[in-house]
């Protein structure tokens, strides 16, 4: 499976947007998808994730409330909306893929899965 995201941009803080990672497989369908991100000098952090059939979502503290993770099978997609942005939330986004949730979450994508290739979005404060 192979990851596009897309939707980055610079945003005013208050603001919102809404990255797009989109996949080349139907298996796609079947998998879990997750949003990561990274700010230079630090370690990549988990976001969002999504079960395979959209009925569970996970997120980190630190973006409850703000961020929606969602999914639309059809189109072989998986949304991260943001809402709210604040300038910490400046960096790049990635997505990931994979059979299993603790794999996404954990960041550990197997064999199997994906990475795509990351998104930059910057906040103005």
């Known amino acids: 499976v192979q990851l596009q995201a897309s939707g980055g941009g610079l945003v005013q803080a208050g603001g919102s947007l809404r990255l797009s990672c989109a996949a080349s497989?139907?298996?796609?369908?079947?998998?879990?998808t997750g949003w990561f991100r990274q700010t230079p000098g630090k370690e990549r952090e988990f976001v969002a994730a999504?079960?395979?059939?959209?009925?569970?979502?996970y997120y980190a503290d630190s973006v409850k409330g703000r961020f929606t993770i969602s999914k639309d099978n059809a189109k072989n997609t998986v949304y991260l909306q943001i809402d709210s942005v604040k300038p910490e939330d400046t960096a790049v986004y990635y997505c990931?893929?994979?059979?299993?949730?603790?794999?996404?979450?954990?960041?550990?994508?197997?064999?199997?899965?994906?990475w795509g290739q990351g998104t930059q979005v910057t906040v103005s404060s």
């Open positions: 990931a893929t994979d059979q299993g949730l603790h794999s996404v979450v954990t960041g550990s994508i197997g064999n199997r899965g994906s």
């Open positions: 999504i079960s395979w059939n959209g009925y569970n979502t």
């Open positions: 497989a139907r298996t796609f369908s079947s998998y879990v």
